[in-house]
Nanobody
Framework: QVRLVESGGGSVQPGGSLRLSCVAS????????MGWYRQAPGKQRELVAF???????NYADFVKGRFAITRDNAKNTAYLQMNSLKPEDTAVYYC????????????WGQGTQVTVSS
């Protein structure tokens, strides 16, 4: 059974940084793509970034240049480094996985809250 556990969220001031982690189990991590999504109150879940099994990355325009997604296959963990945080980045951040580009992301974790406020 696939299980994803996110951590690293918290409250920061605008301009601050956080690093989110997503530990995966129940999958062959190295051959799966990993993605970070977020959902703000009253809004739909949206893609933030994903990283493929061969470490190609893709970012939503609203985080380009500020966020970086990485993965450590030895630790079955994906990371999202978030810098220059803005109040509009406030959301619950979810980790998802997919076995390949033809599949949607899924198997969501419980999410981790990120709050950016002065």
């Amino acid at each position: 059974q696939v299980r994803l556990v996110e951590s690293g969220g918290g409250s920061v001031q605008p301009g601050g940084s956080l690093r989110l982690s997503c530990v995966a189990s129940g999958i062959i991590f190295s051959i799966n793509d990993m993605g970070w999504y977020r959902q703000a109150p009253g809004k739909q879940r949206e893609l933030v970034a994903f990283i493929t099994s061969n470490k190609k990355t893709n970012y939503a325009d609203f985080v380009k240049g500020r966020f970086a997604i990485t993965r450590d296959n030895a630790k079955n963990t994906a990371y999202l480094q978030m810098n220059s945080l803005k109040p509009e980045d406030t959301a619950v951040y979810y980790c998802g996985t997919r076995p390949g580009v033809l599949h949607p992301f899924g198997s969501w974790g419980q999410g981790t809250q990120v709050t950016v406020s002065s």
